[in-house]
């Protein structure tokens, strides 16, 4: 699997992604910060909640427009437009946290996001013109791991960037030079050639994203698999959203404490994508993703049974302290649990639909399973906000996860599409 770093049929893209995907979640950690610096601990947590939406947002509106762009466009000459235009995102975040304007740094953070949805087709439909069937589960796993690990430094250094307020410099150093190396990363990506060059793009974005869902629906064995792959992202963004206030309101730990449980979260997605591809090492199998829905659902169980009753921590406590505490350790326990199920349940459900798609469309059938993501992704992020803010509790939100968990493992094992063919022979 580690093969595919050397060769520049992906290791360009995989760097690219991994660049990409540093800078969005250093500047939504440094925001996440900043916000429960200057607010109050109920508006905290609906704010935090409302920045992973309104990073989201914009897959639910352009990943149609991209997907179309995808397929009629060279793939490779499309990421790097889009990587030079991030450095104009990058340039207004660096204002924001110089000027500690959360409202710029959400806009930012909009922008980061729209950048984000128009590559979303583009990684991932290049995938298969690069590799063949039986290597896309390993492809797959190596950028969902590279995303995690991403997430991972940018988490820490967002939290190191934001503590006390924050240090303008070292915030606009990193985020100038990591977005100028990601630049640099795409202009190595080879050219792919164009998929559909008699396309005719339609720029009417609630149109073409109603065209492609309708399409991806009319495909039994898509739809069903977009709908997995959904299932991932939308668990994945409400834990990541609730763990912060989790750690720092409920817990009483500091910025650290925060960034090393998310750095744990990241980490375990990457080793489940990893576990994931282990067992499509003889091809895509899908067995494996009920079995990771359910694990999922006992995990946010447990966290809930752990959370329940716990009173809010009556002072800050150190590093040291925090993790001297035997519940830190069994809350930590739940959220790898949880993570690592879900790098299992993403990695063959997208090989899957990647291997069904026709190459002329590919690009739009991952566009359509974005747009379904970003639903899921919006539509969790509401709710739950919507229900911390009339009074839900960390607890209640973790059993609520459970039980969306169970419901979804139930789902699967019930409908999951047939496995997809194997490379000819």
Not at 15 to 29: G, I, M, P, R, S
Not at 369 to 378: D, P, T, Y
Request: net charge positive; proline share 5%.
């Amino acid at each position: 699997m580690l093969a595919l770093l050397t060769q520049r049929r992906f290791a360009p893209l995989f760097w690219t992604q991994f660049l990409a995907a540093f800078n969005d979640n250093f500047l939504k950690n440094a925001l996440i910060f900043l916000i429960m610096a200057k607010l109050s601990a109920t508006e905290a947590q609906t704010r935090i909640t409302l920045a992973g939406g309104i990073f989201i947002l914009p897959f639910f509106l352009l990943s149609g427009l991209g997907g179309q762009m995808a397929d009629r466009f060279d793939k490779a000459r499309m990421a790097q437009r889009l990587k030079l235009s991030e450095l104009a995102a990058s340039a207004l975040s660096v204002a924001g946290f110089v000027a500690q304007s959360i409202p710029l740094l959400f806009l930012a953070l909009l922008l980061f996001g729209t950048v984000s949805s128009l590559f979303g087709p583009i990684k991932y439909g290049i995938l298969p013109d690069c590799l063949r069937k039986h290597e896309l589960p390993a492809g797959n796993a190596m950028i969902e791991g590279a995303t995690f690990i991403a997430i991972l430094l940018g988490t820490l250094a967002g939290g190191l960037a934001s503590r006390n307020g924050g240090d303008p410099a070292p915030f606009a150093v990193a985020m100038t030079l990591i977005s100028l190396a990601c630049y640099g990363a795409s202009l190595l990506i080879p050219p792919t050639g164009e998929a559909a060059p008699k396309l005719v793009i339609d720029a009417n974005i609630f149109r073409s994203t109603g065209q492609l869902l309708a399409s991806l629906w009319a495909d039994r064995n898509l739809w069903r698999a977009g709908v997995m792959v959904s299932l991932f992202w939308m668990f994945g963004i409400v834990a990541l959203s609730l763990l912060p206030p989790m750690v720092k309101i409920q817990m009483g730990g500091d910025e650290m404490a925060v960034s090393l449980l998310l750095a744990l979260f990241a980490v375990s997605v990457g080793l489940g994508s990893g576990l994931g591809a282990f067992f499509c090492r003889d091809g895509i199998k899908l067995a494996p993703a009920p079995f990771a829905a359910l694990f999922i659902a006992l995990s946010a169980a447990d966290l809930a049974f752990t959370l329940h009753g716990m009173a809010p921590a009556a002072a800050p406590k150190t590093v040291a302290e925090f993790f001297a505490d035997a519940t830190t350790w069994r809350v930590a326990f739940d959220l790898a649990l949880f993570a690592l199920a879900g790098g299992v349940l993403a990695v063959p459900s997208f090989s899957a639909a990647q291997a069904w798609a026709p190459s002329a469309s590919r690009a739009r059938v991952i566009a359509a399973i974005n747009v379904l993501n970003a639903a899921f992704m919006v539509l969790g992020t509401l709710v739950f906000s919507a229900l911390q803010a009339a009074g839900l509790s960390l607890a209640g939100a973790a059993a609520l996860l459970a039980l969306t968990g169970a419901a979804s493992a139930l789902w699967m094992f019930k409908y999951r599409p047939q496995d997809p063919p194997g490379d000819p022979a």
